[in-house]
RNA sequence: GCGCUCGUAGCUCAGCUGGAUAGAGCAUCAGACUUCGAAUCUGAGGGUCGGGAGUUCGAAUCUCUCCGAGCGCGCCA
């Protein structure tokens, strides 16, 4: 056993601190300059396992400022890490690398610290400050199409992601209630209500939505109100009409989202702003220009691709210029009415007087020419103290068998994520959105994603899953006391002795398992979940090679050894381990961790 | 014209914030099932990291400049 149990739930962190304490031996020596910058200095997998366990960039980062060469004070450092009770080898190699490999002791107890933490396994317990994260806000006009699947799926592993990471989380959405485009939804729903109540309404004019989706907003609005819209102007019917139409695309959009396992804490209304308590974009204007950073002036036209009907004006401008942005930006349109982006000022100032200092917006990849001025506002509303990382999501390309699915919603044929979802299956479509860097267009292709499924990666990890469960299941016959409830045989299997793993392809599965901490860090760190679904894939990866190497040529490596209980109760800690980083980093994207995949 | 994003194996993509001989999957070729699930595994071939220059011990990664693709450029959201 070794000294201290506590480090190995973080082996990677652990060992970096050991470095740390090495360095501070140095500097005591007086071999190193005290004060010397050791922030740089990282722990990390080497690239080539046949390296070591872990390798150290610290004497090539500190060699310039320490004044030696990069060998000699790797020399210097692996003198020291020699002396540690986890270190079993030290090695310098290439042009300074320290490559450490750990006794075998350690990773067996960062296996145990697996196990029993269980679902709390890489969980952060440092309490971080609060992180919004808004994602969706599609606008609420007809049912959600492929196009906001990403966006979404995105977005709930993300906040997936920090929240595990330790960070509170508030997932919200934004509704654009407040535009002229709510109002067409209001008129195209009250041409249905007419419907409703028998009149002919022939097709359905151009700039008005098309869509059956409103057919039951008709119903509803007939329903409730009866002829009595039918005289009044529109003026008098369209608040309300706007209202009942939107709670009901919202309703919607709601189920939309829960089919794809995607939630909210908050839905926030772009109205609320202008018509709650007070005008919010006004008063938010008015702070601005008292502060200097709103004022009145004139713009130059777009160079390349003037509007035609360019109108040089003097209008209210934000100052974004002073905040990184390449021009000032409108804030209000030449009929008096606030732009989009006045509304969006505010809203995300209301974020901040929330207490949110960490901002994500999650954003379509055509909205990307908006960053920097949200980013300006931002600053501006908070005085710099809060920022706001805008991840882009790229369009994706929906195929069917290589042909590209026509997606047009002013057509009203448009591919809803509904057709999505029934057709390949939530894990399939979150799996796929995830399994790719966010500013990356993305073919998905229906007809692959169903019929080419054993290639697809979600079911790979899935079946890494299910074939851990089926060793559990089989090994009852060799070791009866095996619980059948998950954490009953977790608490088991925590406890077993473990001297007996020391197969390397066993050893490479425990620092695979070991790693997870560290890539959580790292995924959350960077706002990149698409980290943890190529984790999984590379564990499931390890975990089918070690299944297969207990194959016929080698049957003593199987997992389950009849006339050996011991050994395969050893064994089975290590599948549980597996298990379990597998079903909790699927978890995170959202997918589900089946016990069989039949 | 300006701005943002991207360009890595035939195809689809990773590359852990600057590290070692650039990696997976698909496709191709050659192998492994009477026993823990072959929806799996083992091996082979396949590269001017779009081109060029720079920064330093070290660049796919940072800077500049070309080439190419996508997106955006008051009064849409």
Redesign the pocket.
Known sequence: MLENTSETSHVFAAVLARVQAALEALVADESLPAGIDRS?V?V?????A???DL?T?AA??L??EAGQK?RDLAEAIAEKLRADAWVLRV?I?????I?LTLRPAVWREALQAAIAAGSDYARGTAAGSPVNVEYV?A?PTGPMHVGHCRGAVFGDALANLLAFAGRPVTREYYI???????DVLARSAFLRYREALGQDIGPIPEGLYPGDYLVPVGRALAEACGPSLLDKAEAEWLPEVRRIAIDMMMAMIRDDLAALNVRHDEFFS?RSLIEGDGDQVGATIATLRAEGKVYQG??P?????????????E?TLFRSTGFGD??D??LE???G?Y???ASDIAYHKNKVARGFLDLIDVWG????????RMQAAVKAVSDGKAALDVK?V??VKLLRAGQPVKMSKRAGDFVTLREVVDEVGKDAVRFMML?????????FDLAKVIE??????V??V??GH??A???F???KAVVPELPTDAAARAALLAAVPLDRLDDPGEIALMRAVA?FP??IE?AA????P??VA?YL??L??DF??????????S?H????I?DDPQLTLA?LALVQGVSSVLSVGLGLLGVEA?????
């Not at 080419?452 to 990666?457: A, C, E, L, Y």
């Open positions: 740089r990282l990390e997998p080497p690239r080539d046949s390296h070591g390798a960039n090539m980062v060699a310039k990069p090695d190699a290439g042009p300074g690398f490559n806000s606008n654009n209630d407040a535009g002229a485009q709510v772009e004139r713009l036209p777009p160079k390349g691709a003037p509007p035609e009907d360019w109108e040089d004006r209008q390449d021009i930006r409108p349109k030449s009929d009415s732009t989009y982006f990849a055509d909205h990307g020419g908006y960053i920097k882009i790229q369009l399994y790719r860097k966010n500013d990356a267009v993305l073919d080419q499924s054993r290639d697809n990666p079911f790979y899935q079946y299910a074939r469960q089926s060793v299941r089989n090994a790693q560290r890539l790292a760190a960077a706002h990149e698409h980290r190529f894939y590379e499931a990866s089918h090679a070690q299944y297969t190497r207990g194959g016929k040529d049957p490596l199987r997992f389950i009849q064994r089946p016990d069989e995949m039949r």
